[in-house]
């Protein structure tokens, strides 16, 4: 099944953020698509068979973009 969902992360400062983000989410397998702005908002599209949302979240933690909890 596919899941989306929008988190807002910590890290992302420029275009060069999004492209590092980029790298680190690129070889995750079942990640369909991902999408991050400046104000860093990140849009994950995933298999849900084939990986899962903490997989993903794992990844970007370990390049510097931890997610950040809503108030």
């Known amino acids: 099944m596919t899941m989306s969902e929008t988190i ?3 890290g992302i400062r ?4 999004v ?3 980029a790298v680190a989410l690129r070889d995750q397998e079942g990640l369909e698509s991902a ?3 400046l104000m860093g908002e990140v ?3 995933w298999d849900d068979e084939r990986t899962s949302r903490e997989t993903l979240l794992e990844a970007m933690a370990r390049a510097g ?4 909890t809503p108030a």
């Open 14 to 17: 420029c275009e060069r953020c």
């Open 43 to 45: 849009t994950l599209t």
């Open 65 to 68: 973009f931890r997610r950040l």
């Open 35 to 37: 999408n991050a702005n």
């Open 8 to 10: 807002q992360v910590s």
């Open 19 to 21: 492209n590092r983000l």
